[in-house]
Nanobody, 127 residues
Framework: QVQLVESGGGLVQPGGSLRLSCSASTFSLEYYAIGWFHQAPGKEREGISCIHSSDGSTTYADSVKGRFTISRDNVKNTVYLQMNGLDPEDTAVYYC????????????????????WGQGTLVTVSS
């Protein structure tokens, strides 16, 4: 059974914004590092951002740095990805995942290291 659920995807024009949400069905997200990944058509899945549980610090791939912001709301048991300045190259299925660790490590840019995933939410950037 899928342990994480993503939502918030849809169709947006270039330069527009979306906020994606990641929630858990059976556990509290606040105790774990959570990563966001995307997979564009014909390409491999890759990590783009992560938020630590221990101190709330964040990391970003160069491709999204300055445009995307990851955050969490522990009351709502939700991790967000605010996506601004969207480009057609951002078109992809977006996933959240965790490897059950407290801190983000290099493994959060390696999808094979993750243990729990959601079903993904599709983001389409087109005019």
């Amino acid at each position: 059974q899928v342990q994480l659920v993503e939502s918030g995807g849809g169709l947006v024009q270039p330069g527009g914004s979306l906020r994606l949400s990641c929630s858990a069905s059976t556990f509290s997200l606040e105790y774990y590092a959570i990563g966001w990944f995307h997979q564009a058509p014909g390409k491999e899945r890759e990590g783009i951002s992560c938020i630590h549980s221990s101190d709330g610090s964040t990391t970003y791939a160069d491709s999204v740095k300055g445009r995307f912001t990851i955050s969490r709301d522990n009351v709502k048991n939700t991790v967000y990805l605010q996506m601004n300045g969207l480009d057609p190259e951002d078109t992809a299925v977006y996933y959240c995942a965790t490897d059950w660790h407290v801190d983000c490590t290099g493994s959060y840019y390696e999808p094979s290291s993750m243990h729990a995933w959601g079903q993904g939410t599709l983001v389409t950037v087109s005019s």
